[in-house]
Antibody, heavy 121, light 107 residues
Framework: EVQLLDSGGGLVQPGGSLRLSCATS????????MSWVRQAPGKGLEWVSS????????YYTDSVKGRFTISKDNSRNTLYLQMNRLRAEDTATYHC??????????????WGQGTLVTVSS | AIQLTQSPSSLSASVGARVTITCRAS??????LAWYQHRPGEPPKLLIY???RLEVGVPSRFSGSGSGTDFTLTIGSLQPEDFAIYYC?????????FGQGTKLEIK
């Protein structure tokens, strides 16, 4: 059974840092690309970042480029999101997602429960 | 960035009704579209990928269609557990944008 367990959220002051983790099990982690998606309070879903299976390629939404870093440790089956220079508008629940490969195009087939990040003084 | 516009933003329907949600892309995305269901307190759940392929375990009352810029999600006969927010997402190119969501409420 595929499982994604998000953690690491919390309250942080503007300009501060947090590292989110996503511990995974039930699939060949090194084979699959992974992503982070966030949802601000009362808002819709927003794709944040993706990383290839081997970790060599990374992608970010414009608003987090230069501040967030996605990485994966294939020896620990764990995905990370290092978030620096946090802003109030980064306040959201962050979900890790696994990329599905059964189709012609990508999709997110499994999602973590989410971890809440609150940026406030 | 490719924009996705869902319509309607919200709708009310009765159990047993058939409903259709539309997702329009600002440029052609071939079949690179997924649909998710999001219930409060739960993570989003994949329903449809490649615009029309039903994810394993999803009831057959859900179906998707479309290609290029216009896509639809249809729920054939609403069940009580279907009342939720539905999102489309494109995977044609980064950033992998979502639609703004459609809230489906009980009438």
């Amino acid at each position: 059974e595929v499982q994604l367990l998000d953690s690491g959220g919390g309250l942080v002051q503007p300009g501060g840092s947090l590292r989110l983790s996503c511990a995974t099990s039930g699939f060949a982690f090194e084979t699959y690309a992974m992503s982070w998606v966030r949802q601000a309070p009362g808002k819709g879903l927003e794709w944040v970042s993706s990383i290839s299976g081997n970790g060599a390629s990374t992608y970010y939404t414009d608003s987090v480029k230069g501040r967030f870093t996605i990485s994966k440790d294939n020896s620990r089956n764990t995905l990370y999101l290092q978030m620096n220079r946090l802003r109030a508008e980064d306040t959201a629940t962050y979900h890790c997602t696994k990329v599905g490969l059964a189709g012609d195009w990508l999709y997110f087939d499994y999602w973590g429960q989410g971890t809440l990040v609150t940026v406030s003084s | 960035a490719i924009q996705l516009t869902q319509s309607p933003s919200s709708l009310s329907a009765s159990v047993g009704a058939r409903v259709t949600i539309t997702c329009r892309a600002s440029q052609g995305i071939s079949g690179a579209l997924a649909w998710y269901q999001h219930r409060p307190g739960e993570p989003p759940k994949l329903l449809i990928y490649d615009a029309s392929r039903l994810e394993v375990g999803v009831p057959s009352r859900f179906s998707g269609s479309g290609s290029g810029t216009d896509f639809t999600l249809t729920i054939g006969s609403l069940q009580p557990e279907d009342f939720a927010i539905y999102y489309c997402q494109q995977f044609n190119s980064y950033p992998y944008t979502f639609g703004q969501g459609t809230k489906l409420e009980i009438k």
